[in-house]
């Protein structure tokens, strides 16, 4: 499972971040490799979500360094950074309510070759193409909300994804499906940076899970190495 | 031919004429007052002098240039457009971090400045601008008599308005414009440029100002004034047609000008005001306005 760190994508060093006056992040460390899918866990208010808006630059009083694919992307803005190849499902989905389902899909301009062709992303949806036309994108329910944050993205070859709770809030069968999409996109090649409240689901779909706690990264855990790290997760986790 | 309450027919297609054609000019303007609150969130104040402005610079054109009507109908929004991309480069874009309120004075002000200046360099009687050529004179249709050029403005308007809803409402572009309105951070996040879209979206906005202000031009003398007077009916359709809606500014204007016409053969006496009645009413019952979205 190990694989030669020159395969490193995305490496984030002594990310520090505030909100205003408020300092959130208090050194981040962690890096993703090429084809990985990776987790941030930790509590409520760790600092998971302000990590994913510090990297994509919306965050914008930071400091450290993040380099991906070699480029320092600290002082980038976030348009930037997504011309770069990173693409964000923001926690709040950001489904736009004056734009029709397809239009939304459709909204994020494309950054690069490579990205899902139309009638693949219905093929991993097929909710979304019965509900193309439909007027409001805000009129789909919450994990066809979900599917579509997710669907928009894969369309711009962006190929490192940063999806900020995909889970939160929906029926089980809808997030078994949203994990099959997630194994579905790695194998097409897709990077994926995970932040999960749901450790199970997490536990289904990444290679490494990063423990985010107080603003700092404080463990990382193979996935493969969960069962002998299970009572040091349940500590960090609270659950 | 009958009457209605008393009045005969003539008047009172001849008052809904008017008040047709003074809901084109309502309907142009609240609409680029609308494209301009929904992405900048302000409340461009300098709408009115841009109008203004838009009919004299037709007026300059014509008299310093040589260039007539035709060309000027393009050329003379391009350059209030472009006025409107520095006023918005060097000094709307340092207020947006602050409350709206600081946008809506600014713009304020400059309208003040602009207006100034036109009044102290061609005073306040009003410069004549000629009817272009093909569109003089008028067609008798029984009831009465329709000046072409007013038939112009009407058609033209709606053109513009038209295009205008298009290209918001069922453009790729447009889209990019109604997401930006809604979360600006997330469409920047996806690569958009959004501050350049929000420079030419007020350039454009002013510049249906400035369309407005050379269709004006040969049917109200070009006067400094001009913009000051129909702006303050302009805010008003736009506080009935809901802030940010793009076919509520544009239908609301149609109608409230027609409703002005209206009340011109009804009640007279009532007809500067009943703009203003219609906003109190519709913002004690429906404060989003008849087309806002709720939020």
Redesign the interface.
């Known amino acids: 499972m190990t694989e030669p760190l020159s395969n490193v994508l995305l490496k984030v060093q002594d990310l520090r971040g505030w909100y205003d006056e408020s300092h959130v992040l208090h050194g981040i460390d962690f890096e993703v490799r090429q084809g990985e899918v990776v987790t941030l866990l930790g509590r409520n208010g760790a600092g998971k979500t302000s990590t994913l808006l510090a990297i994509m630059g919306i965050l914008a009083k930071r400091a450290g360094s993040i380099t991906f694919n070699g480029t320092e992307m600290i002082s980038l803005q976030p348009r930037q950074i997504a011309r770069l190849g990173m693409a964000l499902c923001p926690e709040e989905r950001g489904i736009f309510s004056s734009l029709s389902v397809e239009e939304n899909l459709m909204l994020p301009p494309r950054i690069a070759d490579g990205g899902l062709s139309v009638e693949r992303i219905y093929d991993l949806f097929p909710n979304l193409y019965e509900r193309r036309k439909s007027s409001q994108g805000t009129k789909l329910s919450g994990g066809e909300q979900q599917m579509l944050a997710i669907a928009r993205i894969l369309r711009t070859g962006a190929k490192f994804l940063l999806l900020d709770e995909p889970t939160e809030g929906l029926a089980p069968v809808i997030v078994q499906q949203i994990g099959h999409t997630i194994k579905a996109l790695k194998d097409e090649g897709f990077t994926i940076v995970l932040v999960e409240q749901n450790f199970r689901f997490a536990a289904s779909v990444a290679d490494r899970h990063y423990v985010v706690d107080q603003g700092k990264v404080v463990d990382m855990i193979p996935n493969d190495q969960l069962e002998e790290n299970a009572q040091k997760l349940h500590d960090y986790l609270g659950v | 031919m009958f009457e209605l309450l008393g009045v005969p027919p003539q008047v009172l297609l001849g008052q809904l004429l008017l008040g047709l054609i003074n809901g084109s000019f309502y309907a142009v303007l609240s609409l680029g007052l609308a494209v301009i609150f929904g992405l900048l969130n302000i409340i461009n104040f300098a709408h009115g002098a841009l109008y203004m402005a838009g009919a004299f610079v037709a007026w300059m054109l014509l008299n310093y240039l040589g260039i007539g009507y035709w060309p000027a109908l393009f050329v003379a929004p391009l350059i209030v457009g472009v006025f409107g991309v520095v006023i918005e480069r060097t000094m709307l874009s340092r207020l947006y971090h602050l409350d709206h309120l600081y946008g809506l004075l600014l713009t304020f002000g400059l309208a003040l400045i602009i207006q100034g200046l036109f009044r102290n360099y061609y005073g306040i009687s009003g410069l004549p601008y000629q009817i272009p050529a093909v569109l003089s004179g008028g067609q008798n249709l029984g009831f009465m008599f329709l000046p072409n050029y007013r038939a112009w403005v009407v058609v033209a308007s709606v053109l513009v308005c038209f295009a205008t809803w298009f290209a918001i409402e069922k453009t790729?572009l447009g889209?990019?414009l109604?997401?930006a309105?809604?979360?600006p951070?997330?469409?920047?996040?996806?690569?958009?440029?959004?501050p350049l879209m929000v420079m030419l979206t007020y350039g454009f906005g002013v510049a249906l100002a400035g369309f407005a202000g050379v269709l004006a031009a040969p049917i109200y003398s070009v006067n400094p004034t001009m913009g000051e007077q129909l702006i303050i009916v302009v805010f008003a359709v736009v506080v009935i047609g809901g802030m940010g809606s793009i076919m509520g500014a544009i239908v609301t204007g149609y109608m409230l000008g027609i409703v002005e016409g209206l009340t011109r053969v009804f009640y007279p006496e009532g007809s500067a005001v009943v703009i203003f009645v219609i906003m109190a009413i519709v913002l004690m019952i429906k404060p989003e306005g008849l087309f806002g979205?709720t939020a």
């Open positions: 790729r889209a990019y109604r997401a309105t809604e979360n951070t997330l469409v920047g996040a996806f690569g958009v440029n959004v979205r």
